[in-house]
């Protein structure tokens, strides 16, 4: 059987000579590119069995690439989205359009193998692109007696859904308590540095010890 071949498309040379290693060592047939345009004329020429996409590139960001690729009936192949700098948004932006999974760098090997081998084995692929309204499924929840809409994006993948809900959930309890990440750790029931940690890992904005608005 011949070797999967595998498309690498990052702006910095050195993830893409390490990618290249480690995924040569593991019998992939590795293409590199170091833009969207480079990325492109690969794709206009020969169809590879995924792509490793970076998502913030100087010459057009990795989404945009991928929407090109939609619109031009060219994704064929799953995308696994790469981002040292990723936002849950982001991810799931991305998903929305048609990538399989999202990598956060720096990329653990066992992490990075087991999301390529996955996409991979699932066979033939095809793009799960739907409209906003088909991937979500609009869910009405009471808070404090005020009747508010979330948008849960049920057709993702359950960790980039989950995450998708823990940025709801913690953003609607920093606004309710103003800020105050001490009292939100109370009130959610998590030690203050673990939550701190969270609402980091997810891009949630939040004021440091000593700058919060409200007395602790």
Known sequence: MASKQILVVDDEVG????????????????????????????????????????????????????KEWVEQDLLTMPVVMMSGHGTIETAVEATRIGAVDFLEKPIALQKLLSTIAKAIREGTFKPHVQPAEAQRQEITLNIDGQAQQFSLPLGLPLREAREYFDALYFDYHLRKEAGNVTRVAEKVGLERTHLYRKLKQLGIKFAKKGEEGESQ
């Open 15 to 66: 993830i893409r000579e390490l990618l290249s290693e480690i995924l040569f060592d593991e019998g992939y047939q590795v293409h590199l590119a170091e833009n969207a345009a480079q990325a492109r004329a690969f794709r206009n020429e020969r169809e590879p069995d995924l792509v490793l996409l970076d998502i913030w590139m100087p010459d057009i960001d990795g989404v945009a690439l991928l």
